[in-house]
């Protein structure tokens, strides 16, 4: 069976990794890139279920370096000189205008929920210039076309292909291909070539952006002595730290090279209207100013690029596939960094388009059948981008009461390790016949999409000032909602918001995945990344 003609525009690491793919498969595959490598790109901290996604392709592919990447201590031994940062869980800590932070033994002001036991198994923050670049150039080595300054002009369908105008280095040329694929994130080329419509009225969400990467961050503990740190399951900043304000929220992310990113994404309204209109760094300066404790972090920080700012974060388009062409996730729909849903997703994406063009499943000379595929891949998008909105929005809403805000996040740490668990543990539904099929962080689960309306709809009887007896009720309320995906043992007052990778509380749930703790302690290497089996289970 002939391989296809695939063009891929962006390469970036999810169009780097499905081009390798896709080479693999057999198709000839043109990589185009609209800048050169290596270069900037946002998007660096990465989740569990983006690790086991890796690990999938690489088993399923024979990607030795996916695999590496998956997990800090194999990327660190393996891939030293590809630069990253250890990323144990999320951190959370809130603040207030004017005030310095403050915390105490209960943790009032802070919240940790791990995503690793211990640093061999822990997820990453990806320092996106050196991750693109080495991903592009093992791309070129195992035979993709790989064309940087290229700017395409012109997509035009014909008799069942897709044709390109593009320039380079101000020579004009032309590229037919079966199959166009949008990997250029908010570039959004193919999508502005076909002018598929924006669908950006249903979001609801609107922040913008002021962001950097710096060196000389002072410790957070340093900038606030006066705060107790209770000790957590891991070290706070070895973390997504994310610092949750009045006006929407900053993220800390350091890595190992002595290097923080950082950026506030800041809800639209007054505040944000005044600073769009500042240069960037005096942006980035006001903020700081409006929190003591954070000003006292970054006085002395110095910025190792240019301060930038991204006026709205959101896009959201009608549609993310069509006859020969298809949009990556994040081309298709991004909402926010909050959860860091963006690397695992983009590599769902890339799974899914690798089976659709797997010569036995139709991606060979079967035109019908990959149609039909697409079509399969733009509702589960949909669906997808809905949920994600619903799930991710409501923490926005939720954050102006800190309490609120902590049990409303149950909801998606519930959902996401309960996908974890069975990703793990358990072989594909059926229904679905692989874990690529299953719809992210819960949005293909009725129960989770349930638990999250009803969370959400209690929203709207939030107090505008911190009501201890509404947060209490909600507490409880969210609770029992995530009772039946409630894997890890979270809600559980006792644990004053320090939450590990608890062992125990998977075995103490595992009904709730149809298994017994025995089989549960059976597959501990499956659980923690260290074996095989549950890339096995979907090779098979």
Known sequence: MAGLHVVILGAGFAGAVLARILRRQGHEVRLLERGVHPRFALGESSTPLAAICLERLAARYGLEDLHHLAAYDRWVRHLPDVRRGLKRGFTFYAHRPGKLFENNTENANRLLVAASPH????????????????????????????????????????????????????????????LVVDASGGGGALAQLFTVPTALSRVRLDTGLVFGHFTGVRPFAEAAPAAEFPPGPYPDER????????????????????????????????????????????????????????????????????????????????????????????????????????????????????????????????????????????????????????????????????????????????AVSYAEARQRLLPPPEAVGSWAWDGFAGSSDPVMRDTVAQAGALLTRLPTRRDPRFAAEYFNIVRRLIAPRNVAGLADPARRRLYPVDLEALFAAAPLLGLGPDEIRRALPRLRGTGKGVVEVEAR
């Open 119 to 178: 640093d061999g198994v822990a997820d990453a923050h990806w320092l996106r210039q050196d991750v693109d670049h080495f991903l592009v150039r093992q791309a070129v080595a195992e035979g993709v076309g790989y064309l940087d300054r290229v700017e395409v002009s012109e997509v035009r369908q014909r008799g069942g292909a897709v044709r390109l105008s593009a320039v380079r280095e101000g020579r004009p040329f032309e590229v037919s291909a079966d």
């Open 239 to 414: 973390a997504a730290v994310h610092h949750i304000l009045a006006e929407g929220w900053m993220y800390v992310l350091p890595f190992d090279h002595d290097v923080v990113s950082a950026g506030f994404v800041i809800e639209a309204g007054d505040v944000w209207r005044s600073l769009r209109a500042l240069p960037p760094e005096r942006a980035w300066r006001h903020l700081l100013d409006r929190y003591p404790t954070l000003a006292a972090q970054f006085g002395e920080a110095r910025a190792v690029q240019p301060i930038g700012i991204v006026p709205r974060l959101q896009r959201r388009l009608e549609r993310s596939a069509g006859p020969n062409w298809a949009l990556l996730p994040h081309g298709f729909s991004f909402l926010s960094p909050l959860f860091s849903t963006g690397i695992a997703w983009s590599l769902l994406g890339v799974e899914r388009l690798a089976l659709l063009l797997e010569p036995a499943a139709g991606g060979g000379a079967n035109k019908v059948g990959l149609e039909q595929g697409l079509a399969r891949y733009a509702t589960l998008l949909e669906r997808e981008a809905d949920h994600l909105e619903e799930l991710v929005g409501g923490a926005y809403r939720a954050r102006h009461d800190f309490d609120v805000f902590c049990a409303y996040s149950y909801l998606y740490f519930a």
